[in-house]
């Protein structure tokens, strides 16, 4: 998955205004207890942060 595309889902699932603030200051265990851009920068496919965020905020299947 490209960044690109997974910023295009952020926003669509949690909204253009709020997706980055999700992802500056959500920490989630399942990232290793990080957040959504320190896992991208730790080396983490974005497809894998993504599949975390859907777990993690229950993403409804056909969003996935």
């Given at each position: 998955?490209?960044?690109?595309v ?10 253009v205004g709020?997706a980055d603030?999700?992802a500056?200051d959500?920490?989630?265990s ?6 959504v851009?320190e896992?991208?920068?730790?080396g983490?496919e974005?497809k894998d ?6 777990t993690?905020?229950?993403?409804p299947q056909?969003?996935?």
């Open positions: 998955m490209r960044l690109t997974f910023w295009e889902r952020m926003a669509e699932h949690f909204g709020y603030t999700f500056r959500h920490v989630m399942e990232l290793g207890e990080r957040t851009h896992a991208l920068a730790a983490w974005a942060v993504w599949r975390v965020v859907c993690v905020m229950n993403v056909e969003r996935r």
